[in-house]
C-alpha cells in the first residue's frame, strides 16, 4: 500500500522494503536492523518524497523498511499546499504510520526543515516506541503557529524575533531518550543559529546525541545527500548506530555484576547523569569491602529532594554514569574527567565524602560519549528551605576540610581558571543600576591579589553536595562533581558557594556565607580588597541573570527562581558586596 486516505486528502507513500540496492553498504559495525521502520519526512517548498529516494534507499541497504510520505499538496499527494498547516503535517505522518508500519515495529523518525517540528510532535505521541531521530537543518515553531494554514498568517508570526522560543518542540526533544543525530549544514541562510543551538542544547539534556556536520551543504540537506554519496551514508550509519555505552559499562563491572535498570538523575547541565542499578554473584551478600552504596557525581546528584538513596533490594548496588554529551564539554572531556578520576583517586582515604572511580573513558573510544563510571553516595541534593541554616553550617563546615587536603607537587592539581574578565562580562539588558556593575567590572580588572594556595573544589555550591537525615541527625553525606578541581584561593571557592547561596535563597545568605566558613576555622584573605576581587570575579561570571543555574534548580523543585528573579539577586548581591556588605 503506497496511498493512505487521511486528513480528507489522499497521502501517496514512497515504500522501501529492507534490503535497499545492491550497491549500499554501511560502516564498519553498523548491520542490518529487523524490526524497525525508517520514516522520512521532507521540508516544505516544493519538497517531496520523490525527491529522497537515494536516501531512503540507504536506510533500506540497512535493513529497515522506509516510508516516505508526500505532505498534501506536494508530490503524488492531493491538496493545496497554502491549505497544510503543522497540525495537518501531524496529523498525515501520523496517520501513514499507523496505517502502514507494522505494529511491532520501533520507529526511526528523519526529518528536514519544517519537518523538525513534525518529528518533535511524533515523538510527543509516540514516545519511547521512537528508537532513534535524525534532524537535517530542523525547524521548530510557536505553538501559536501550529494549527495556522500556511500563508499570509503563518508566515507573519513565525517572523516574530524570537517567536520560536514558545514552541513545545523543545520540551518535547529534551526530554528524548533515544539516539538523535542533528545534522548542521556548513551554511544555514534558513534556519537562525539560535534555533539550532536550542534543538541542539534539549537534545543534549537525555538522548545519545550525535551532531553530523555537513560543511559544503547548504540547507537543503536533503538535496544535498542525493549526490553527497558519503555523507549520506555517514548520517545513516549515524542514527542507525547501535549505543556503546551499556557494553562499556557491563566490561567494567566485576565479577558477574550486571545492570538490571537504570533511571536519570535530574538536576544538571554539564553532562547526562544515569543512576544504574546492578546485581551479580558478587553482591549477592551485601555490598562487602569497597562496594557501598557509593556517591552520585555531576550536578544531578540525588534521588529527588528530600529523598534518601541508599542500596537496594536483593543485595544490588547502584552506580553513577555521568557522560558529557553536549559539544563544548566533549570537547574538553579528555581533561575534565580524567582529573575527576585522579581526584578521586586522590580523595580515597582522606575522609571526603566522595566517588570511587569504577571505570573512565575521557575520550569517548568505547562509548557514546566520554563517561565516567563511580559508586554512588547516599543522600540527596537539597535547595529547598527546610533546614537551611544547618546546611549551610555544614557546608561551611565541609569546604573547610577541603581546603586542608594534603597534597604533593606530583599531585597537586592545576591552577584555578578564571571563568570570566572585564571583557568577557554581559551586563543584563535593562539595568537601573549600571554604575554598579561598572565598578564592579573596574575591580576585577584589577591585578589578581597575590594567595596562598589550597586545595580547591572550585564548584563547591549545594547542587553538588548531598545531606541525610533531619533535624540533629541532619549530615553531609557527600560531595560531587570534581572535574574542575584545582589549586589556589580558598576566597575563590567561598565566593562561588556564597554567590550560589545569593541566588538560590536570597541575598543575605551568600553575604553570610564567608563568615561562617571562618567561624569553622577557614582562613580567607586579611585584605577586603582582595577578598572583593575574588567575590566579583565569581559573581559576574554568573551575569547577566544566572539563567544557566535556574533549570537544575527548577527540576529539583525551585519552580519560584525565575530569570527575573535571579537577575534582581545577582545585580542586589553586587552592590551590596561594593557596599562592604558580608565582609
Not at 538490571?260 to 554473584?281: A, D, K
Not at 537525615?469 to 562533581?481: E, F, I, K, Q, Y
Amino acid at each position: 500500500m503506497d496511498t493512505v486516505m487521511s486528513d480528507g486528502e489522499r497521502i501517496h507513500c514512497v515504500v522501501r522494503d529492507p534490503g535497499g540496492t545492491a550497491d549500499q553498504t554501511g560502516a564498519a559495525g553498523v548491520t542490518g536492523v529487523t524490526g524497525v521502520t525508517v520514516v522520512v519526512l521532507h521540508g516544505a517548498g516544493n519538497g517531496s518524497a520523490g525527491l529522497l529516494v537515494p536516501v531512503l534507499d540507504e536506510f533500506a541497504a540497512r535493513g529497515c523498511r522506509v516510508v516516505a510520505p508526500d505532505f498534501s499538496g506536494h508530490g503524488r499527494s492531493s491538496g493545496d499546499p497554502d491549505g497544510l498547516s503543522l497540525e495537518r503535517r501531524f496529523v498525515q505522518a501520523r496517520a501513514v504510520i499507523d496505517r502502514i508500519v507494522p505494529d511491532g515495529d520501533d520507529l526511526v523518525l528523519v526529518g528536514f526543515s519544517m519537518s523538525g517540528q513534525t518529528v518533535a510532535d511524533l515523538v510527543g505521541h509516540y514516545g519511547g516506541r521512537v528508537r532513534a531521530i535524525g534532524l537535517c537543518a530542523p525547524a521548530v515553531y510557536a505553538r501559536e503557529a501550529w494549527r495556522v494554514p500556511f500563508g499570509h498568517g503563518f508566515t507573519e508570526i513565525i517572523r516574530r524575533e524570537g517567536g520560536w522560543r514558545d514552541t513545545t518542540a523543545l520540551d518535547t526533544l529534551r526530554g528524548y531518550e533515544g539516539t538523535a543525530v542533528l545534522a548542521v549544514p556548513g551554511t544555514d541562510d534558513v534556519i537562525p543559529p539560535d534555533v539550532t543551538g536550542a534543538v541542539e542544547d534539549a537534545l543534549t539534556a537525555r538522548s545519545r546525541y550525535r551532531r553530523l556536520d555537513v560543511p559544503g551543504a547548504g540547507h537543503r540537506l536533503g538535496v544535498w545527500f542525493v549526490t553527497a554519496a558519503e555523507d549520506r551514508r555517514r548520517f545513516a550509519d549515524a542514527v542507525l548506530a547501535p549505543p556503546g555505552t551499556p557494553a562499556w559499562v557491563e566490561k567494567a563491572l566485576p565479577g558477574g555484576e550486571r545492570v538490571v535498570s537504570e533511571r536519570w538523575l535530574t538536576g544538571g547541565w554539564t553532562s547526562q547523569m544515569r543512576l544504574l542499578r546492578t546485581e551479580g554473584p558478587a553482591l549477592e551478600a551485601g555490598p562487602g569491602p569497597g562496594r557501598e552504596a557509593g556517591p552520585v557525581p555531576g550536578r544531578e546528584v540525588g534521588p529527588g529532594p528530600g529523598r534518601e538513596a541508599g542500596p537496594g533490594p536483593g543485595g544490588g548496588r547502584d552506580v553513577v554514569l555521568r557522560s558529557f554529551v553536549k559539544p563544548f564539554y566533549r570537547r574538553h572531556a579528555p581533561g575534565l574527567l580524567a582529573r575527576e578520576a585522579d581526584v578521586l583517586a586522590l580523595l580515597a582515604g582522606t575522609g571526603i565524602p566522595a566517588p570511587e572511580c569504577l571505570a573512565v573513558d575521557a575520550t569517548g573510544e568505547f562509548c557514546d560519549a566520554p563517561s565516567l563510571l563511580m559508586t554512588r553516595l547516599p543522600g540527596a541534593v537539597r535547595v529547598d528551605e527546610a533546614g537551611l541554616d544547618a546546611r549551610a553550617g555544614l557546608l561551611a563546615r565541609q569546604l573547610v576540610r577541603i581546603h586542608a587536603v594534603s597534597v604533593t607537587e606530583g599531585t597537586r592539581p592545576r591552577p584555578y581558571q578564571a571563568w570570566t574578565s572585564p571583557e568577557r562580562v554581559r551586563v543584563p539588558a535593562g539595568t537601573s543600576r549600571p554604575r554598579v556593575w561598572a565598578r564592579a567590572v573596574e575591580v576585577i580588572g584589577r591585578e589578581a591579589p597575590a594567595y596562598e594556595g589550597v586545595f580547591l573544589h572550585r564548584d563547591f555550591h549545594p547542587g553538588n553536595v548531598l545531606f541525610s537525615g533531619a533535624g540533629a541527625d541532619l549530615r553531609l553525606s557527600g560531595v560531587v562533581d570534581w572535574v574542575e578541581t584545582s589549586w589556589g584561593p580558598a576566597d575563590l571557592d567561598v565566593a562561588h558557594c556564597s554567590t550560589a547561596l545569593a541566588l538560590l535563597h536570597g541575598v543575605e545568605h551568600g553575604l553570610a556565607f564567608a563568615g561562617r566558613y571562618a567561624a569553622h576555622g577557614g582562613v580567607l584573605s586579611r585584605d577586603p580588597e582582595a577578598r572583593l576581587y575574588w567575590r566579583l570575579l565569581d559573581a559576574l561570571a554568573f551575569a547577566p541573570d544566572a539563567e544557566k543555574v535556574a533549570r537544575p534548580w527548577r527540576e529539583l523543585g525551585r519552580t519560584d527562581l525565575t530569570p527575573q528573579l535571579l537577575a534582581a539577586r545577582l545585580e542586589t548581591y553586587v552592590a551590596e558586596l561594593l557596599e562592604g556588605a558580608g565582609g
